[in-house]
């Protein structure tokens, strides 16, 4: 049974920084990929960052390049999602999900909720002062 699950959520002040981390168990993907996504409320769920399990390419969202960065620990099956210069648009409950790619895939469209298989249960980030 596929398992991710989600830790470091809290609250920090604007301009503060937090480490998510999202640990993955269960799968027997021989590729894969695992984005980070969110979803404030009111809106609906966005993608964030991405990292693929192959050669450790990464994509983000423009609203969090420069700020955020994804990072993996491929023993501990764990995906981390660094987060700086938090800003209060950043809050939101923070998901974990995982997808199936082959060798080839370039990272096209990273960000679509619907190709992602399994979903963590969402860690709660809020940047307020």
């Known amino acids: 049974q596929v398992q991710l699950v989600e830790s470091g959520g809290g609250l920090v002040q604007p301009g503060g920084s937090l480490r998510l981390s999202c640990a993955a168990s269960?799968?027997?993907?021989?590729?894969?990929?695992i984005g980070w996504f969110r979803q404030a409320p009111g809106k609906e769920r966005e993608g964030v960052s991405c990292i693929s399990s192959s050669v450790g390419s990464t994509y983000y969202a423009d609203s969090v390049k420069g700020r955020f960065t994804i990072s993996r620990n491929n023993a501990k099956n764990t995906v981390y999602l660094q987060m700086n210069s938090l800003k209060p648009e950043d809050t939101a409950v923070y998901y974990c999900a995982i997808r199936a790619i082959n060798r080839f895939w370039d990272g096209s469209r990273w960000y679509v909720l619907d190709a992602y298989d399994y979903w963590g249960q969402g860690t709660q980030v809020t940047v307020s002062s």
């Open positions: 269960g799968f027997t993907l021989d590729y894969y990929a």
